[in-house]
């Protein structure tokens, strides 16, 4: 136990920062997956083919490779992109892009190509006749939209969203390996220098099941929510 | 662009798309028996029994896959009375410890899919089962499992696409998998996008023969 406490001595308050980081992390990368479901989700339903492909292409690609090899990806190519596009501008100095925001990209990309399914099913789940009924009411689109088919398809997406975010909040665990220290990598480090791996993986894994149990409690709450009239 | 990389890359990675695909063949096996296992007990009367098949199901899909390998590779070596018995030959190499992790996770999630497609059965059909005279056993085994499989084959498949993309962490164990590979390339030439591009379409191809074997499978086996 006292390899927790807190201070100089114990592990406790090293590891509390990086659950911190974790649940920063699983949240930033959730709400830029949020951003990219934005922009996917209406290239899938699209009549037109060519959206089509381009949004079902994103989707099938992301979650047909491994998490792993697309933080890879962003953790070797992200400061050369930046740079390139950079130089472009004029500017030619070396840029080091910050882990965290590596990270939460690379996490967020494929947390959105989950979400985009879910908001596909969800707003293809939609009874035709609401569509029908605000055309007919001569809605204005951003009215239809937010006013209609929005509330409706959160709720339908609220239970798959839950699982997105278990997917993404387990995900962050695989940034780790680009050294911003979140709960693995923390974990990683306490157990080299105490060479006590065993007590620290599995305490890792008791503050991931903490995370995913208190996080769903809330997800209930929410679901009970938007349900209601149902 | 690159191209000359690609090629060359090329077949170092279809090497180490063998082991990735033994570790999958391997971990899916044994995960199949597992989750089976932990599916039946799931359904027993006994609360103590089922109660334990759940914790399993839920500590193995409540935390990452790579703690589960780390716990299991560097953290079992700790024990020192698992270093003096027999079990230490199989735990202290890579490889094996990594289709431990797999398997037990692939595991929980089979179990899960196979517990809900055994109650989804239609009690009618068991109830025929019984009035027919036909033993229980037999009702379990030319009954319920083959209408069960059915039931989860596109569950399933899904869970065979999302264990070929976590064997990719046994590179996180020194194990050079299609992943290990692919990051050990992009670390000596700097050249992430056409690495990527390689081992993407490898992986990716696999995911598409994999879906469309599944989707055979459900054709071949609907009713």
Request: a positive charge.
């Amino acid at each position: 136990m006292e390899l927790l406490s807190f201070g100089k001595t114990g592990w406790g308050d090293e590891l509390l920062i990086a659950t911190m980081m974790t649940i920063a992390v699983s949240i930033t990368a959730m709400f830029i997956g949020f951003l990219f479901a934005l922009i996917f989700t209406p290239l899938k339903l699209s009549k037109s083919k060519f959206l089509n492909l381009i949004g079902n292409s994103y989707t099938t690609v992301i979650r047909g490779v491994p998490e792993l090899l697309v933080i890879y990806l962003f953790f070797f190519g992200g400061s050369g992109a930046v740079m390139y596009v950079a130089s472009i501008f004029g500017y030619n100095e070396y840029i080091e892009i910050n882990a965290f925001i590596t990270g939460s990209f690379a996490i967020g990309i494929i947390s959105g190509a989950y979400s985009t399914e879910v908001f596909r099913g969800a707003i293809q789940s939609i009874d035709k006749g609401q569509f029908e009924a605000s055309k007919v009411l001569g809605l204005k689109k951003p009215v239809h939209f937010f006013k209609v088919i929005m509330p409706q398809m959160l709720r339908l997406a609220i239970p798959n969203l839950s699982n997105v975010w278990q997917i993404t909040l387990k995900d962050t665990s695989l940034i780790s390996v680009t050294g911003l220290v979140e709960i693995m990598r923390q974990s990683y480090i306490a157990a080299g220098s105490t060479r006590d791996p065993l007590f620290f993986y599995s305490f890792a894994a008791v503050l991931y099941l903490m995370l995913t149990y208190f996080s769903m409690k809330l997800i209930n709450k929410l679901e009970v929510r938007y349900s209601r009239g149902y | 662009m690159d191209f000359e990389l690609m090629i060359n890359s090329l077949p170092k990675l279809l090497n180490a798309t063998f082991i990735t695909l033994k570790l999958l063949t391997a971990s899916l096996i044994f995960g199949l028996f597992i989750g089976l296992f932990f599916a039946i007990i799931r359904l027993n009367k006994n609360p103590i029994i089922n109660k334990f098949a759940y914790v399993y199901s839920y500590v193995f899909r409540g935390t990452p896959l790579l703690v589960q390998i780390f716990i299991i590779y560097f953290g079992l070596g700790q024990i020192e009375y698992l270093r003096s018995t027999a079990l230490w030959v199989i735990l202290k190499e890579p490889y094996w410890c990594a289709i431990i992790a797999f398997s037990l996770n692939t595991g929980a999630y089979t179990s899960e899919i196979l517990r809900s497609a055994f109650q989804t059965i239609k009690p009618g059909m068991i109830e025929a089962g019984q009035s027919l005279g036909i033993s229980s056993k037999i009702i379990f085994y030319k009954i319920q499992i083959p209408i069960a499989i059915r039931q989860s084959l596109p569950a399933y498949g899904n869970e065979i696409i999302l264990m070929m993309k976590g064997t990719s962490l046994a590179s996180t164990v020194t194990l050079m998998d299609l992943t290990g590979v692919a990051k050990y390339i992009i670390s000596t030439t700097f050249k992430p996008i056409e690495v990527f591009i390689v081992a993407g379409g490898i992986y990716l191809f696999m995911t598409f023969i994999i879906h469309n074997v599944i989707k055979f499978l459900e054709k071949k086996y609907s009713y």
